[in-house]
């Protein structure tokens, strides 16, 4: 067969990086202590609004920050030199804490020490095409050959493609959102016989769905081994995040 119609060949990549996503409608709640995010303490029973946690944002929350780079994997499908599939899916986590006092209410009112922990998961799953552009040139081979025999006839010689540079499109990219946040309480009055810690969690999900953009470049170590580096552009985004669980 020729290059054009070979068989499909397959192939598994390690996916790391880093994510940036806007998430300055997130950052400005988290930045302003008159947003309220959460169920009022009434009767330790939270009211049946959607929320995100108890209370206020404490005053000088830090914006949302990657707490890990971005990690995941893809499968490629190459249909002939130039064009290939690919699907898979990363996990990009982010997050937020911050400190406080807090004033707790038993019947007078205690001074308690306040942390407040957002996490933002993002699950994505992808499905795009790729086009590649092969480098001029001329392939590399994994071993030596003696000296006048010509390039390709001698057996002992497996050549490493060569470099090449692509242009990727999304076809579909569907974003999983899982918005988190822990909030430990610790009401401390020994004079008044008070030593506990309350811990209050909150769950939202959302789904989104976007395409996206990028170029990059491959550079083979072996015939079945090789490095790439790519930057991508993504357009979308979730929407709504819903109350989960309390």
């Known amino acids: ?6 068989a499909i060949q397959w192939s598994l990549s390690v996916v790391e990086g880093y994510y940036l996503p806007k998430l300055e409608e997130l950052n400005y709640i988290l930045r302003h202590s008159e947003a309220e995010l959460g169920p009022r303490n009434t009767e330790a029973k939270p009211s049946s609004y ?26 490629q499908a190459d249909i002939n030199p130039r064009y290939a599939v690919v699907f898979g899916g990363s996990t990009a986590v982010f997050d937020s804490a911050k400190r ?8 007078f009112s205690i001074p308690a020490t306040r942390e ?19 480098w ?42 899982h918005l988190t946040t822990d909030v430990w309480l610790h009401v401390y009055a020994p004079e008044e016989g008070f030593d506990f810690y309350k811990v209050t ?15 990059g470049g491959e550079y083979f170590i072996k015939k079945w081994l090789s490095i790439g580096m790519d930057i991508d552009y993504t357009v979308g985004g979730v929407g709504d995040i819903r109350f989960a669980s309390y």
């Open 100 to 107: 406080d006092i807090r004033p707790f209410f038993v019947g």
């Open 50 to 75: 959607p929320v995100v946690y108890q209370g206020l944002s404490p005053e000088g929350m830090p914006e949302m920050r990657p707490k890990s780079p971005k990690a995941g994997l893809q499968f």
């Open 136 to 177: 001029a040139g001329k392939s590399e081979a994994t071993s030596q050959k003696p000296e006048g025999e010509k390039s390709g006839e001698y057996p002992g010689i497996v050549k490493r493609p060569a470099p090449r540079f692509y242009a990727e499109m999304g076809v579909l990219a569907v974003t999983r959102a």
């Open 201 to 215: 969690e909150t769950e939202s999900v959302g789904n989104g769905y976007a395409t996206y953009m990028g170029v």
């Open 116 to 134: 407040t922990r957002f996490s933002l998961a993002l699950n994505q799953f992808w499905l795009g095409a790729k086009r590649y552009w092969t």
């Open 1 to 6: 067969l020729s290059p054009a119609h070979a």
